[in-house]
């Protein structure tokens, strides 16, 4: 009998086990030389775990009714999916599958858990309408994700190309939230279209969104700084569900109002200039 404990198979995929369990392989690069590595990290993919069930939650929530439920539950989606990519950071458990199960994972709580809450409590009275918002939004939220996991390496870590799906994600759930008790009317529900695919089209548009990836919590800050923060916990105590839609909204159209200004300061070509460019 061959000794379970052989290690004579060089290659996992050899193994005869393998034929049983198929175990994840990842080769990653240490010191320029290539590594095969099996298993996955568990505590960071914990959290996205968490992450993803909130926001299968938020969906069975919408579907029954239950809407204020499924507007925390993206909200505490967004809180888990803040630390998967951290904790990962900090314990040095960063891998490739990790960033493929979040991207997955922030689909479902950020793109299609809102669509449906969405439309579950606002949209179905429109019919086709109402169905082509919410799948404009899903749609939005997975080219979102795409684009950014493929320029991810190319482009300035401190700015979001687009509204970023968390944020976008928010201002949805905060609205059902908000007004979970409320059946709205037929123009409302108009209006909520509209809302949902504007927001949707923002994640796949080229405005400029700060990522405060460069916010260094560890330095000193003035005294007025803790202050501030203070108060927007109480303020988002005394209620959270407006206050959290506020602040989503204000993320929002922080990025419209730098691009707009961005537009009004480019230099303009007058029609002398171009007059005195034809004649050289």
Same mark, same amino acid.
């Given at each position: =009998?061959?000794n379970p404990d052989d290690n004579s198979f060089k290659d996992v995929e050899e193994h005869?086990?393998?034929?049983?369990?198929?175990?994840h392989v990842e080769e990653v690069e240490v010191k320029g030389e290539k590594i095969r590595?099996?298993?996955?990290?568990?505590?960071?993919?914990?959290?996205?775990?968490?992450?993803?069930?909130?926001?299968?939650?938020?969906?069975?929530?919408? =579907?029954?009714?239950?809407?204020?439920?499924?507007? =925390?539950?993206?909200?505490?989606?967004?809180?888990?999916?803040?630390?998967?990519?951290?904790?990962?950071?900090?314990?040095?458990?960063?891998?490739?599958?990790?960033?493929?199960?979040?991207?997955?994972?922030?689909?479902?709580?950020?793109?299609?858990?809102?669509?449906?809450?969405?439309?579950? @409590?606002?949209?179905?009275?429109?019919?086709?309408?109402?169905?082509?918002?919410?799948?404009?939004?899903?749609?939005?939220?997975?080219?979102?994700?795409?684009?950014?996991?493929?320029?991810?390496?190319?482009?300035?870590?401190?700015?979001?190309?687009?509204?970023a799906s968390p944020p976008a994600a928010a201002i949805l759930a905060g609205t059902v @939230?908000? @007004?979970?008790?409320?059946?709205?009317?037929?123009?409302?529900?108009?209006?909520?279209?509209?809302?949902?695919?504007?927001?949707?089209?923002?994640?796949?548009?080229?405005?400029?969104?700060?990522?405060?990836?460069?916010?260094?919590?560890?330095?000193?800050?003035?005294?007025?700084?803790?202050?501030?923060?203070?108060?927007?916990?109480?303020?988002?105590?005394?209620?959270?569900?407006? =206050?959290?839609?506020?602040?989503?909204?204000?993320?929002?159209?922080?990025?419209?109002?730098? @691009?707009?200004?961005?537009?009004?300061?480019?230099?303009?070509?007058?029609?002398?200039?171009?007059?005195?460019?034809?004649?050289?």
């Amino acid at each position: =009998m061959s000794n379970p404990d052989d290690n004579s198979f060089k290659d996992v995929e050899e193994h005869p086990l393998a034929q049983i369990v198929d175990e994840h392989v990842e080769e990653v690069e240490v010191k320029g030389e290539k590594i095969r590595r099996k298993g996955v990290y568990l505590l960071p993919n914990l959290f996205t775990t968490a992450a993803l069930f909130a926001g299968f939650f938020a969906i069975v929530s919408g =579907m029954n009714g239950h809407f204020a439920h499924a507007g =925390m539950a993206i909200f505490a989606a967004q809180i888990l999916d803040g630390f998967d990519g951290r904790v990962a950071r900090m314990t040095n458990t960063t891998s490739a599958f990790g960033v493929q199960y979040d991207s997955l994972s922030d689909m479902v709580s950020f793109g299609l858990a809102p669509a449906l809450v969405m439309f579950s @409590w606002g949209l179905e009275p429109l019919g086709k309408v109402g169905w082509a918002a919410a799948f404009i939004f899903c749609a939005c939220a997975a080219l979102r994700l795409a684009r950014f996991n493929t320029q991810a390496e190319v482009v300035d870590s401190r700015y979001f190309v687009g509204l970023a799906s968390p944020p976008a994600a928010a201002i949805l759930a905060g609205t059902v @939230w908000s @007004w979970s008790d409320v059946v709205p009317s037929y123009e409302v529900s108009m209006a909520l279209a509209i809302i949902t695919t504007l927001v949707g089209l923002l994640m796949v548009s080229n405005v400029r969104y700060t990522s405060f990836k460069g916010l260094n919590l560890k330095g000193r800050v003035p005294f007025v700084v803790l202050f501030v923060a203070v108060l927007v916990f109480v303020l988002v105590t005394v209620d959270p569900a407006r =206050m959290l839609l506020l602040m989503a909204v204000t993320y929002c159209l922080s990025g419209l109002l730098a @691009w707009g200004v961005g537009v009004c300061k480019r230099p303009k070509v007058t029609a002398k200039n171009d007059n005195t460019n034809k004649d050289q």
